[in-house]
């Protein structure tokens, strides 16, 4: 069987992973060499499902649960399973207790467990959540390794598709850039940036609850990835001005020394979202189409690649037996 797939952010090489996996001859289209552009570049790359249900539905959870050990078993050393951080100001306390309403798995941690998972924080917050289970990896290290495994196994990236009928399937995962042709799906523009300094040590994503954008902090080996902005638009523009002042009035409401951080990139990408929020693998004819997995890239891709495999290989027998 012969898959020509469109699209090389995490979805697509999560998909050519798993069909080759089942022996499945995949060529990858990408539109230009590298992930420059792509959403999946500006990812946060939390693992982060029991975090993440607390604004989303439970298909989130039970999809997603599986992504840690996915990720560790395909490129072993890229995930950190330290755990999610969540904390807000006391004036907040009310929000960090309906946080926790609606989800699991975590532990309540008062200020002196605070100071000993992150020394950072000390005398900061009163009391946390502390989500023991979950992870986090480096999206770009993680695309680029996933990327050469995928070449070592044979497969071939292109930049133009051609199919001259040579292909028994076609499977689409270009996320935004197929927005137009999936009934729908919006637009949803995630921002985020990158702070670079050595005044702040963080052994794991931390959540802040703030007023107006919910931040977290990411850290990367001396930087902080900080995000994410959530507006309802397809403009995949730069930062925008007010979006960059308050990600760092949030950073530094965690941390003052993020005030004399380095700002060393911003960026910008828009995802893919169904209205409710919940990505789809989708079979018309022989086309497969994963999208909408809006700010779940990382979590859900794997469930998604799976799930879009199997459409591929049971469809194809049914129609060999037919």
Known sequence: MRVLLKGAGV????????????????????????FAGAASWFAGGMLAPWCERESAEEAVLTK???????????????????????????????ELRRFASRTSGYEWLDAAAIERLEPALAGRFREALFFPGEAHLDP???????????????????????DNGQHDLV?????????????????????????????????????????????????????????????????GGPITARSLMELLNAAYALHPAFGEARLVETGAGVRPAFADNLPRALRAGQTITINGLYRHGFLLSPALAAEAADLALVQDLKGDAA
Request: glycine share 12%.
């Open 64 to 94: 997603g649960i599986g992504a840690i050990d996915w990720w560790d078993d395909v490129l072993p050393g890229e995930v950190s399973r330290n755990g999610t951080l969540v904390v807000a100001p006391p004036r907040d306390a009310g």
């Open 171 to 235: 499977a689409d995962c270009t996320g935004a850039a197929g927005t137009g042709d999936t009934p729908g799906l919006r637009g949803v523009r995630g921002e985020m940036l990158y702070l670079e300094t050595s005044d702040v040590e963080l052994s794991r994503p931390v959540r802040l609850i703030h007023p107006r954008i919910p931040l977290y902090i990411v850290p990367r080996g001396g930087l902080f990835m900080c995000g994410a902005t959530m507006i309802e638009t397809d403009d």
């Open 11 to 34: 979805a697509g090489l999560c998909l050519a992973h798993e069909l080759s996996a089942r022996g499945v001859a995949v060529t990858v289209v990408e539109r230009k060499p590298g």
């Open 140 to 162: 770009r290290r993680a695309l680029a390794r996933l990327r050469q495994k995928l070449v070592d196994r044979g497969i071939a990236f292109v930049t133009e598709a051609s």
